[in-house]
């Protein structure tokens, strides 16, 4: 992330370089249980991203020194299509689609009712097909849509948003220009109800003021999604129920 | 069941207070607030004494969870020194002992009976607390199926299918002439002629589609009445 650029990112009237407000999210689409060979699944599109999630499990933990005797483990994969960024991306897991998966993982099990499943897993797949910065918040949402339309047991679905800063203002929901010139990046993943923290990540600089109002805005953002969220998986169900009646 | 409409939930969606119900299954309870855990569908039964009611969530979707006593379908994955792997579409394979079935059966010669990718219906014996499932054969009616054809639906739907007091699956076998077998695991089981394979398959079909109405036994006896004519 350079500091220094030549790039403006907000122009005169304080609008974004696509014409959004400061506070104002990309356009999201969610659709849930869009395969049927999955348990359960999402595609989502936020703004440019567009990204796949589908649960499979709970089944047996394999191999089996994975087990956890007394809860199921949660395996999340986040994966990067070769075509989802301008030049080709080497496929394959890299250091930093690991470091995904892993956070994914972690705040994925926070809020999975895993004692129910003692010695499974719950494998949850990741798949950027185009990618236009802030891919692991619309991975985590698409998670989370994915995982409830599967029936898996949950105390909550949860959401990712990020906050930056561009040309010294903080602003919500980077685009790809802004996250490649700004000065810093704030993913956050919250659980709507709660309002606990899954994920925390930064990237940049931020001073305290900043990083607490950059942090107020991801959960501002964060909230804004969740009904989007909720309003996929209603309208997947609800629906069915309407038609007939 | 409540003359009320059915309502679909998702997950965190509150649903009473614990002054006011009991927390019943597929929901959990923080703060006193009672919520909903699962994508499912809302459902509140009283207790038998009219003084509680409780708020139940039964499941959309998800894998079978194995209960004791339940009658399953099950698919060999693996024949063992002495017993068998067997998948119910439960999150674990269920162990099948030797001394579970009804054959004499001598040590490491289980390939015999039962192999890779044959059927059975089985009987669960046991579910531990660490989900180890056991299953048996020593039961009525219990056997290797031999011929006919398995399909899978949802195992929430199970209950549908079956009907009030077995009352769907009886129409379904007075109109087609086939023979059925719902395992509680969501598998079927269907043997008979073609038409009434493929009648079976299109009802069955419609019932899952339209698991969630009212008045649902009625209307399939309708659509099953329509184009059987020689009803025995």
């Given amino acids: 992330m350079s500091s220094k650029s030549d790039v403006k990112l907000i122009d005169s009237k304080g609008k974004r370089l696509d014409g959004r407000k400061p506070d104002e999210l990309r356009k999201i689409k969610i659709e849930a249980g869009v395969l049927h060979r999955a348990e359960g699944s999402c595609y989502l599109e936020w703004g440019g991203n567009k990204v796949l999630a589908a649960v499979y499990g709970p089944r047996e933990a394999l191999p089996k020194h994975t087990q956890n005797p007394l ?21 394959g897991p890299d250091r930093r689609s690991v470091e995904i998966s892993k956070v994914i993982s972690e705040a994925l099990e926070k809020i999975i009712l895993t004692d129910k499943f003692p010695r499974a897993s719950i494998d949850v797949s990741i798949e950027v097909l185009d990618a236009e910065a802030g891919t692991r918040c619309a991975g985590l949402t698409a998670a989370g849509v994915a995982l409830a339309d599967a029936g898996i047991p949950m105390k909550d679905i949860p959401v990712a ?8 203002k903080v602003v919500l929901d980077l685009g790809k220009e802004e996250d490649n010139f700004g000065d810093a990046d704030l993913p956050v993943a919250i659980s709507p109800r709660t309002g606990e923290i899954l994920l925390l990540q930064m990237d940049g600089h931020l001073t305290l003021e900043e990083f607490d109002e950059a942090f107020d805005l991801a959960v501002k953002g964060c909230h804004i999604v969740s009904e989007i969220q909720k309003k996929a ?3 997947k169900y609800k629906t069915a129920v309407a038609e007939v009646e | 069941m409540s003359e009320e409409k ?22 959990f309870v923080e703060n006193g607030k009672i ?16 003084k509680k009611t409780y708020i139940n969530v039964r499941p959309l979707k998800g894998r079978y969870d194995p209960v004791e006593g339940d009658f399953v379908i099950g698919i060999v994955e693996e024949a063992l020194q002495s017993g068998w792997l067997v998948d119910i579409n439960a999150p674990y394979p269920a162990l099948l002992h030797v001394n579970e079935v009804p054959w004499e059966i001598e040590f490491g010669e289980t390939e015999k009976y039962l192999n890779h990718g044959d059927s059975i219906m089985a009987k669960i014996l046991q ?13 009525r009616n219990l056997y290797k199926i031999k011929g006919g054809q398995i399909i899978d639906v949802e195992p929430s739907k199970v209950p549908r299918i079956i009907g009030k007091k077995g009352s769907m699956i009886a129409l379904l076998k007075k109109y087609t002439r086939c023979r059925i077998f719902v395992g509680q695991n ?3 089981w269907i043997d008979g002629d073609n038409e009434g394979i493929e009648k079976v ?6 019932i899952e589609n339209e698991a969630l109405s009212y008045g649902l036994t009625n209307r399939i006896e309708a659509f099953l009445k329509k184009d059987a004519k020689d009803v025995r």
């Fill in chain 1, 71 to 91: 809860r199921a483990i949660v395996k999340a994969r986040y994966n990067m299509a070769a075509f989802s960024v301008e030049d080709r991306k080497r496929p």
């Fill in chain 1, 161 to 168: 948003c990020a906050a930056g800063k561009i040309d010294g």
């Fill in chain 1, 233 to 235: 998986i209603a309208d």
């Fill in chain 2, 6 to 27: 059915r309502e679909v939930v998702i997950p965190s969606q509150l649903l009473g207070d614990t002054k006011e119900y009991e927390q019943g299954q597929g929901t």
């Fill in chain 2, 35 to 50: 919520y909903s855990e699962i994508l499912g569908v809302l459902n509140k039964s009283e207790s038998k004494d009219k």
């Fill in chain 2, 127 to 139: 579910v531990d607390v660490t989900k180890k499932i056991q299953v048996t054969l020593n039961d």
């Fill in chain 2, 186 to 188: 969501g598998r079927i």
């Fill in chain 2, 201 to 206: 398959l299109e009802t069955i079909k419609k």
